[in-house]
């Protein structure tokens, strides 16, 4: 008979001492694999999504040996990805950013299934909310998944909204300089610039550069400075930008395209 597998190996955060070992860090593993940043297999493991041969892991700091172990996720065997993929998403108005929804609503993933699209291997690179647009990048690259959305990195991401009013100056310059505080939080712009023809028709529109990557953050700032976002749309993020991409449409990134990504924040070992 085979002996079963002890449950306290999978937990096992290091080898013991002189052992030969390819041991990694289950979170770099699964990133590997295309399950997205690092911080987000975090979150896989502690809520007990992983399995190292068959037994469930949720102590983070976590090594495992590839050659040697068996890593599932929600039972899934798991492989390092060989071919990465870096897409450019439209995402439309009414998605959730999400990979599942407990209340069954849209997400990006089954909006995309409905146009005959797969992007089931891939997750997304930051977020936006269910009612913003505009430019999401898709990937199974977990180096680059982190190195984008990790906050010490300050990623340059640009925003047209639609406000209800004009932006008074004064108003400008605490986004710019004392920042807007809401929840406990300051949030700040890194540059905020008026579009043209903002005005006509009574249509305010205006451009926001954002280096953070806080929760809702243009829409923070301008509802504590009593103003209503009617529309937002992100245009770029990094060295990407969504121009004619249709809504709802994906497109392959450029090899120039994927180069800048690598090369923003810091530098990603291939």
Not at 112 to 131: A, F, P, S, V, W
Not at 148 to 165: A, E, G, N, S
Not at 225 to 232: G, I, S
Not at 241 to 246: A, G, I, M, Q, R
Request: glycine share 8%; with cysteine.
């Amino acid at each position: 008979m085979s002996t079963p597998p002890d449950p306290h190996a999978a937990q096992q955060s290091s080898p013991p001492p002189g052992a030969h070992t390819d041991a990694i860090r289950l979170n770099k593993y699964l990133a590997q694999c295309g399950l997205g940043a690092r911080r987000k297999c975090d979150e896989f493991i502690a809520k007990g999504h992983i399995c190292i041969n068959g037994q469930k892991v949720t102590q983070l700091g976590t090594k495992i040996n590839p050659r040697a172990q068996v890593v599932t996720w929600k039972g899934k065997e798991l492989a390092p990805v060989t071919r990465l993929e870096y897409l450019a998403y439209h995402k439309p108005r009414g998605p959730l950013v999400t990979r599942c929804d407990p209340h069954d609503r849209d997400t990006i993933y089954t909006s995309c299934k409905k146009n005959g699209i797969d992007i089931e291997h891939l997750t997304y690179i930051g977020r936006l909310d269910r009612d913003s647009e505009g430019l999401l990048l898709l990937t199974n690259d977990g180096n680059i998944n982190y190195a984008l959305t990790h906050p010490r990195f300050h990623i340059k991401k640009v925003y047209r909204i639609r406000t209800d009013k004009p932006l008074a100056a004064e108003h400008r310059r605490r986004m710019l300089e004392s920042g807007v505080s809401s929840r406990n939080q300051t949030l700040r712009a890194g540059a905020v610039r008026t579009c043209e023809g903002s005005g006509f028709a009574n249509e305010y529109w205006y451009e926001i550069d954002l280096y953070e990557g806080k929760n809702r953050q243009i829409r923070r700032m301008f509802e504590a400075l009593d103003y209503a976002v009617l529309r937002l749309k992100r245009i770029q993020f990094g060295s990407v930008k969504l121009e004619d991409l249709k809504r709802s449409a994906v497109r392959k990134l450029t090899a120039r395209e994927i180069a800048g990504l690598k090369n923003t924040g810091h530098r990603i070992k291939n």
